[in-house]
């Protein structure tokens, strides 16, 4: 079982910055693979960011590529996501997900543990 807690998110105007924290406890986080996904309201779950065990493979959704940058800290079992020159297209509930092996990291159903999730609330 692994243990997710979000945190980082707030109010922001368009063109801020905000970053994400995911620390994880429970199992071994070098074991396992972390996503980030955001759910606007009245919209669907949707995938935003990924970061591979090893950091190698990192992969973003078209609309935050540039702007985001997924990252993790084994020594403290937690993964980032800064977002910078966010736009109010950017507001959501943002989650951080996990798993030991996804195959195709950009479908939710993928992840076995989730967070609570954190509101990040961009205004023009």
């Known amino acids: 079982q692994v243990q997710l807690v979000a945190s980082g998110g707030g109010s922001v105007q368009a063109g801020g910055s905000l970053r994400l924290s995911c620390a994880a406890s429970g199992r071994t986080f070098s074991d396992y693979v972390f996503g980030w996904f955001r759910q606007a309201p009245g919209k669907e779950r949707e995938f935003v960011a990924f970061?591979?065990?090893?950091?190698?493979?990192?992969d973003y959704t078209d609309s935050v590529k540039g702007r985001f940058t997924i990252s993790r800290d084994d020594a403290k079992s937690t993964v980032f996501l800064q977002m910078n020159s966010l736009t109010p297209e950017d507001t959501a509930v943002y989650y951080c997900?996990?798993?030991?092996?996804?195959?195709?990291?950009?479908?939710?159903?993928?992840?076995?543990?989730w967070g609570q999730g954190t509101q990040v609330t961009v205004s023009s």
């Open positions: 997900a996990a798993s030991s092996e996804v195959t195709l990291q950009r479908r939710s159903s993928e992840y076995f543990f």
């Open positions: 970061i591979s065990r090893t950091s190698v493979i990192k």
